[in-house]
């Protein structure tokens, strides 16, 4: 297949509220996949005991994860210029949830590892598409709140799913959750695959070629290294925050689960306008705030006890969400739109390898030998290190074009 996009129907932009059903169904997606991943924090202590697990074999599982969103790329741009980003969307949503059906079988560390390299591989599938449906659907001015609203997905997906688990788990195990999760994936992806509109456009091959393009940008390689370090910083540590509440701070599972999950609504409630605010302030200072914000805070929740550690979680999570919006933004900002698909899959699962699936292994690592707070501060740590770096982005070189 070609890559010239113009021999297909590219859609029209049109404002944000004539898309805002498109949207919300995109966000309802990346939602379901975005809680298949993280729910597996909250049930990390039970899984822990049912595996016999320790630390580090516990951190690593979230690795695995990773190595899908990493693997998946050779196949999001072959799937999306052949059935298009609508096929592509459907085709994750019904593997994300024959996959979590799987849970049922799992009986070891190997067989787990497996199905979550699945589970990243799926989730990772949907971002690319979702990511040019909207730029490409919804007008460039209105990018910011179509941006927003799918980003909606992440922060509450880290309040429910640590409130879903502390629920569930009063009467089924973890496999049972997993399995009711599983089912409900596949009611959604019915739903969509019956009533969903838009996408209907053929995103680029992830060819030698198209990777070339867009590695040889600097910016590219800034917004991928300020993106780990930001997921680090957000599901990497949060995948952690069960244990290091259960196993050094002495809450019982379900509290800690409903305090973490309890704490995340500011996150939830602030990235519906981070891309008004950032829009407003300007992208690299708004970007600078909440990243430098979240990075103190991810260091102090290492180092503090008690009110002080829920106030810190509390502020951490609002900050740094509000810097993913932006973020994700500046991805389409940096090349042009025949582009856009192929560096949504190439950045984030890189940065979700090393961030989701690096920093809770480095976390369970000097758990193992030191504590689980010496390697949140780590966290936070690198993210200070890593702010300069958002000074060298450039980020207007394709501001004023739209489309597919």
């Not at 799987?102 to 067989?111: D, E, P």
């Not at 999760?181 to 995103?203: C, D, I, N, R």
């Not at 952690?240 to 309890?262: D, W």
């Amino acid at each position: 297949m070609d890559d010239d996009i113009g021999l297909y129907d590219c859609p029209m932009p049109e404002p944000f509220g004539d898309k805002i059903g498109l949207t919300v169904s995109l966000a309802w997606l990346f939602y379901l996949g975005f809680v298949s991943r993280v729910i597996f924090g909250p049930l990390l202590p039970e899984i822990q005991n049912d595996l016999d697990l320790d630390h580090v074999q516990a951190g690593s599982l979230f690795l695995m994860i990773g190595v899908g969103y990493l693997l998946a790329p050779i196949f999001s741009g072959l799937l999306s210029s052949r059935l298009n980003h609508r096929g592509t969307l459907q085709f994750s949503a019904w593997l994300l949830g024959l996959a979590l059906l799987f849970f049922v079988f799992v009986r070891s560390f190997a067989g787990m590892s497996v199905v979550l390299v699945i589970i990243g591989f799926t989730g990772f599938l949907h971002l690319p598409s979702a990511v040019a449906t909207i730029t490409a659907e919804i007008q460039k001015s209105d990018w910011g709140k179509g941006m927003a609203v799918h980003q909606c997905a992440p922060p509450l997906s880290f309040v429910s799913a640590p409130l879903i688990a502390a629920l569930l788990l009063q009467w089924f195990s973890w496999r049972q959750v997993l399995l009711c999760w599983g089912l409900l994936s596949l009611a959604s992806a019915l739903l969509f695959t019956m009533k969903s509109e838009g996408g209907q456009f053929p995103g680029r091959r992830i060819s030698p070629a198209n990777m070339k393009q867009v590695a040889a940008l600097p910016s590219f390689w800034w917004i991928t290294i300020l993106l780990s370090l930001a997921i680090g910083g957000n599901a990497g540590m949060n995948a952690m925050l069960p244990l290091y509440f259960v196993h050094e701070k002495g809450l019982s599972l379900a509290k800690a689960n409903t305090i973490i999950g309890l704490s995340q609504l500011s996150g939830f409630l602030v990235v519906l306008f981070a891309g008004v605010a950032a829009d407003r302030i300007g992208q690299k200072r708004f970007m600078w705030l909440t990243l430098g914000g979240a990075a103190l805070l991810t260091v102090a929740l290492g180092l503090v006890e008690g009110g002080p550690l829920i106030a810190a979680l509390l502020l951490q999570s609002a900050v740094l969400t509000a810097f993913f919006p932006v973020i994700y933004g500046a991805l389409a900002r940096v090349v042009p739109p025949t582009l856009r698909s192929v560096i949504s899959a190439m950045g984030p699962p890189l940065a979700y390898l090393i961030g989701a699936g690096g920093a809770p292994l480095v976390i369970g690592y000097l758990a193992k030998f030191f504590s689980f707070g010496a390697g949140i501060s780590l966290i936070g740590g690198a993210m200070l290190v890593g702010l300069p770096l958002i000074f060298l982005l450039r980020l207007s070189d394709f501001e004023g074009e739209s489309g597919c």
